[in-house]
């Protein structure tokens, strides 16, 4: 009896000590996005205008805790739009939702990263608007 119970107590430490990472640790936190951010948008695809087109936008964004909204505008050639955005952080991943009231309604799904100092935001975003479809990529800098 003193055997299977020292053999127990054995398994028990040597699987305390076997160095596997804890499945319930806490997440890391979401990164801090709230500001006024400047981006460079560039066209990846779609029907609404030539991939390789740029123009630029200006986010200015709110957050609490892991969500985080605010308003957007972007102009360039042949660009003139505003609207809102809505999203979720996680750790330095986000995705979100723009959704445009000007020039026509309209709704964009997107996600991408912010980097570890939380200074610039890179990412993807794709939907269709009165003028057809659009994929853009976006590099984005805190003001």
Same mark, same amino acid.
């Given at each position: #009896?003193?055997?299977?119970?020292?053999?127990?107590?054995?398994?028990?430490?040597?699987?305390?000590?076997?160095?596997? &990472?804890?499945?319930?640790?806490?997440?890391?936190?979401?990164?801090?996005?709230?500001?006024?951010? +400047?981006? &460079? #948008?560039?066209?990846?695809?779609?029907?609404?205008?030539?991939?390789?087109?740029? %123009?630029?936008?200006?986010?200015?964004? &709110?957050? $609490?805790?892991?969500?985080?909204?605010?308003?957007?505008?972007? $102009?360039?050639?042949?660009?003139?739009?505003?609207?809102?955005?809505?999203?979720? #952080?996680?750790? &330095?991943?986000?995705?979100?939702?723009? $959704?445009?009231? $000007?020039?026509?309604?309209? +709704?964009? +799904?997107?996600?991408?990263?912010?980097?570890?100092?939380?200074?610039?935001?890179?990412?993807? %975003?794709?939907?269709?608007?009165?003028?057809?479809?659009?994929?853009?990529?976006l590099v984005a800098t805190r003001e």
């Amino acid at each position: #009896m003193t055997r299977c119970l020292l053999a127990v107590l054995v398994a028990v430490a040597l699987s305390a000590c076997s160095g596997r &990472s804890n499945p319930s640790a806490p997440a890391a936190p979401p990164a801090q996005v709230a500001g006024l951010w +400047t981006a &460079s #948008m560039t066209v990846t695809g779609g029907t609404e205008m030539a991939a390789g087109s740029q %123009y630029g936008a200006m986010f200015t964004l &709110s957050q $609490s805790a892991a969500q985080i909204g605010g308003s957007f505008s972007a $102009s360039g050639p042949g660009v003139a739009i505003w609207g809102g955005i809505v999203g979720t #952080m996680t750790g &330095s991943g986000f995705r979100f939702t723009l $959704s445009q009231i $000007s020039p026509c309604p309209a +709704t964009f +799904t997107g996600s991408g990263t912010v980097s570890a100092n939380d200074s610039t935001l890179m990412g993807s %975003y794709s939907g269709t608007d009165c003028g057809g479809t659009v994929s853009t990529a976006l590099v984005a800098t805190r003001e």
